[in-house]
């Protein structure tokens, strides 16, 4: 009797730790998004371990006449909380969320399609 209890207690000791480390948050973030209105801007979200990376492309004046067009790159950390993304670039931080009904992001007043 209790070689049973102990086999039923580690089954359901077992079955919380698989539980707990499959929630894994933030995955709705993960891919590459277009700028709904400026279709040359993009985003980029990876997951990095527990935390994000977020990586910007966005065309500038310069970059379009001395560079024929290509982007300006940069790529900052953030972080999941509260089902929002906040992206910190050095000067600011950015919250990034994100719309289940139509899968799309919400970043600084812009809207972000998913690309396919």
């Known amino acids: 009797m209790r070689r049973i209890a102990a086999i039923l207690f580690l089954i359901v000791l077992m079955g919380t730790f698989a539980t707990g480390?499959?929630?894994?948050?933030?995955?709705?973030?993960?891919?590459?998004?277009?700028?709904?209105?400026?279709?040359?801007?993009?985003?980029e979200i990876k997951r990095n371990g527990e935390s994000f990376s977020v990586i910007r492309s966005t065309p500038t004046l310069v970059d379009k006449v001395v560079k024929n067009g290509e982007k300006k790159t940069t790529e900052h950390p953030g972080i999941f909380k509260d089902g929002v993304l906040?992206?910190?670039?050095?000067?600011?931080?950015i919250t990034i969320s994100h719309v289940k009904d139509g899968d799309y992001l919400l970043m600084s007043g812009h809207k972000f399609i998913r690309q396919k």
């Open 21 to 43: 480390c499959g929630n894994i948050t933030g995955n709705e973030f993960v891919g590459k998004w277009v700028n709904n209105d400026r279709t040359a801007e993009s985003i």
């Open 86 to 93: 906040t992206v910190n670039t050095g000067s600011e931080s």
